[in-house]
């Protein structure tokens, strides 16, 4: 099987199905299926969503983020991209200026060129023309599917972050049996946390890994990132404990 990186941006307005879940559909129906009933998502499949520049010249929904994902499969190519195109179409809003970015990763790319057009488009506007130059000269197939087609930025920079390993928050949250409303507190040790979410590592805001036998104070929202090329559960220490990560720590992803 060949892995793929793919990536969308600016699918949805106001009011209508967010692109992280459009993501998720997509790479459900890539997939192959499930050998067992026990078989786990692989932790690549995970969407990231990755935070763009906001800026008035840069239409956008809400946040301006870029949802990815990775894939193994045995479809072609033009298979992939047929799948994720039909799908944009029937799922996107009709206001949107959907992109879509496709990458093998077996191909030879300039993987430093494109992680930093990713991290550029975190702090000053990109063009069309500029994504679409990149992209020629990467050898990634970037498409756009609707409106002014001004997602393929966004769908071509996520790419680049998602290779980072050090940028983009897992969407969804992490249901360790705490509280929705943060009331309750859940006391695990990390390697209960990796078996109950097949993240990777947890790993703190000052790039620490943590030990498995190490407990953590969890509660809340409990978001996973991408850092350290890792999917991991971020954790800050607080007065000797190890908490899952606030609104403002987790912001920088």
């Known amino acids: 099987m060949k892995a793929?990186?793919?990536c969308i941006d600016d699918t949805d307005d106001i009011g209508t199905k967010g692109t992280g879940e459009i993501a998720e559909e997509i790479a459900a129906k890539l997939a192959p299926p499930p050998l067992t009933a026990d078989d786990k998502i692989p932790v690549t499949r995970l969407v990231t969503r990755h935070q763009l520049f906001v800026h008035p010249d840069i239409p956008y929904t809400s946040h301006n983020s870029a949802m990815c994902f990775q894939?193994?499969?045995e479809l072609s190519f033009d298979e992939i991209k047929a799948i994720c195109i039909a799908h944009l179409k029937q799922e996107s809003a009709a206001a949107s200026d959907p992109g879509l970015a496709i990458l093998d990763l077996a191909s030879s790319y300039d993987i430093e060129q494109l992680i930093a057009f990713g991290q550029q488009s975190k702090v000053e506007v990109k063009t069309k023309d500029q994504a679409y130059t990149l992209a020629e000269v990467l050898g990634i197939d970037l498409s756009e599917h609707g409106g002014t087609?001004?997602?393929?930025?966004g769908a071509l920079a996520g790419l680049g972050l998602r290779l980072s390993g050090q940028d983009g928050r897992v969407k969804g949250q992490l249901k360790l049996g705490q509280t929705s409303?943060?009331?309750g507190e859940v006391q695990m040790s990390v390697a209960e946390v990796l078996a109950a979410t097949g993240l990777q590592a947890v790993i703190s805001v000052d790039g620490e890994k943590l030990a498995g036998d190490q407990v953590l104070t969890l509660?809340?929202?409990?978001?996973?990132?991408l850092t350290q090329y890792q999917f991991a559960l971020l954790v800050c220490g607080d007065s000797g404990r190890w908490l899952n990560a606030t609104k403002q720590e987790l912001k920088p992803y």
């Open 149 to 153: 087609g001004q997602g393929i930025i």
């Open 219 to 225: 509660k809340g929202k409990i978001k996973a990132v």
């Open 71 to 73: 894939i193994e499969t």
């Open 4 to 6: 793929w990186l793919i």
């Open 181 to 183: 409303d943060g009331s």
